[in-house]
């Protein structure tokens, strides 16, 4: 997981407008064939995208850039936290299928519901980047007034940086998670899956 974090620091009496954390998403796409179950398995993990966490490929990946802006005010008061600004930039990597010739209908429908799962996947580790980003933004600008702006940088760094390793970690255990429920949750999404399908063919 990619992490960038830069502070800006507003000369004394600037300010900035209060928003809240933002998150934007690009997407690329990773192209890969096969025929059988077994191919596309075997092209998933030679294509993937290589994670650095892990030192291996993945059938997804997505890259989170943090970016924290924060404004202070200094007087002779001590100096303040008057802005603080979190964005994440993150970019999805998808697989996406091109088929070669002529396919199962049974090796459709699992590509079907497996890709909408690593989609969903990768879309949830968005979800917890902007939960944490919004933590830290709540956090940065709950710092009570220090003596001096560059006593008030150490508390943002420290929050920033505390807040950063929990994020890691929740993404870490979200894997973790939705590792050893791969399988029954594939199993639950293809029998759902197949009983739209019936449904359907019942009513036309």
């Not at 059938?59 to 964005?87: D, N």
Request: charged share 25%; proline share 2%; aromatic share 6%.
């Amino acid at each position: 997981m990619k992490q960038l974090l830069l502070a800006t620091l507003i000369a004394a009496g600037a300010s900035l407008p209060a928003q809240a954390a933002t998150v934007s998403k690009t997407y690329s796409y990773f192209t890969i064939t096969g025929r059988t179950l077994d191919e596309i398995e075997s092209q998933l993990m030679s294509r993937g995208p290589e994670v650095k966490s892990t030192g291996g490929r993945h059938p997804g990946a997505t890259q989170m850039e943090f970016t924290t802006r924060i404004g202070y005010s200094e007087g002779k008061g001590g100096c303040s936290i008057v802005s603080a600004q979190v964005s994440v930039k993150a970019k999805v990597i998808l697989p996406r299928w091109r088929q070669t010739g002529k396919t199962d209908a049974d090796v459709k429908l699992i590509w079907e519901t497996l890709s909408s799962d690593i989609k969903r996947h990768e879309e949830s580790h968005v979800v917890i980047a902007k939960n944490h980003a919004r933590e830290l933004e709540q956090a940065l600008q709950g710092i009570s007034r220090q003596k001096t702006c560059a006593i008030a940088a150490a508390k943002a760094k420290a929050t920033s940086d505390k807040i950063l390793y929990r994020h890691d970690r929740a993404q870490e255990q979200f894997d973790r998670i939705e590792g050893i429920n791969f399988e029954s949750r594939i199993i639950r999404l293809l029998r759902y899956r197949i009983e739209r399908l019936d449904a359907a063919k019942s009513r036309g």
